[in-house]
């Protein structure tokens, strides 16, 4: 069964650098998220995106983020000057239609 | 505004017993998407159910059910004969059709449920 794929699984990043967070899609979606969890709360919408730009996006995700699908196959989320309140796990999802469908996560870590 | 709510925060039963995970939402929009998550401890999201509002048929899926009542704006998840691999935490989520088929997904805090042996 197709499924999303997220890299890497953990990262550790000294606050105030960049990271940038990537997902492989389900081939046939066209809708792509990202959606974050700070360790044990509910999980936050943070940003979709279809025909190449954003089309909806939540309070957190400020200047400080961007998306981008670099080519046919990549999304990604990146975070440009990382603070320790990003730490969370973060998770991309696609659909094809309504159904979302969601990677393993990237737990952020940020030192 | 949407919003979701788990009142239960955690769950404990013993294997073989049934356990209902209550969800009641709201939203302004008439029509819009209920769904269901697993968490397992290994953190994945893995999607259960999804609902149109509707079709308020119940769903059945082998030792799940489910119970749409619109009248309540509740979307209720019964497990059967539970099981230790049930052990998750249960995420309940509203989108609304407005703005399209990407719409964001609106979760609620979720509910932990432990299955003991």
């Known amino acids: 069964e197709p499924e999303v794929t997220q890299t890497p699984s953990h990262q550790v990043t000294q606050m105030g650098q960049e990271v940038i967070l990537r997902c492989v899609p389900i081939?046939?979606?066209?809708?792509f998220y990202w959606y974050r969890q700070i360790l044990g709360q509910k999980v936050e919408f943070l940003v979709s995106?279809?025909?190449?730009?954003?089309?909806?996006k939540s309070e957190i995700f400020d200047d400080q983020f961007s998306v981008e699908r670099p080519d046919g196959s990549n999304f990604t989320l990146k975070i440009r000057s990382t603070k320790l309140e990003d730490s969370a796990m973060y998770f991309c999802?696609?659909?094809?239609?309504?159904?979302?469908?969601f990677g393993d996560g990237t737990r952020l870590s940020i030192l | 505004a949407q919003k979701v709510t788990q009142a239960q925060t955690e769950i404990s039963v013993v294997e073989k017993e049934d356990v209902t995970l209550d969800c009641v939402y709201e939203?302004?929009?008439?029509?819009?998407?209920l769904f269901w998550y697993k968490q397992p401890p290994s953190g994945e999201l893995v999607f259960l159910i999804r609902?149109?509002?509707?079709?308020?048929q119940n769903e059945i899926s082998g030792r799940y059910s489910w119970n749409f009542q619109k009248s309540t704006s509740s979307f209720n998840f019964t497990i059967t004969a539970s099981q230790v691999v049930d052990s998750a935490v249960y995420f309940c989520?509203?989108?609304?059709?407005?703005?399209?088929?990407?719409?964001?997904?609106?979760f609620g805090k979720g509910i932990t449920l432990s299955v003991r042996p």
């Open positions: 999802a696609s659909s094809e239609r309504v159904a979302q469908h």
């Open positions: 081939s046939n979606h066209l809708y």
């Open positions: 995106f279809y025909n190449n730009e954003i089309s909806e």
């Open positions: 939203t302004r929009d008439t029509t819009y998407y």
């Open positions: 609902r149109n509002s509707f079709d308020e």
């Open positions: 989520a509203l989108s609304s059709t407005y703005t399209g088929a990407n719409s964001k997904l609106t």
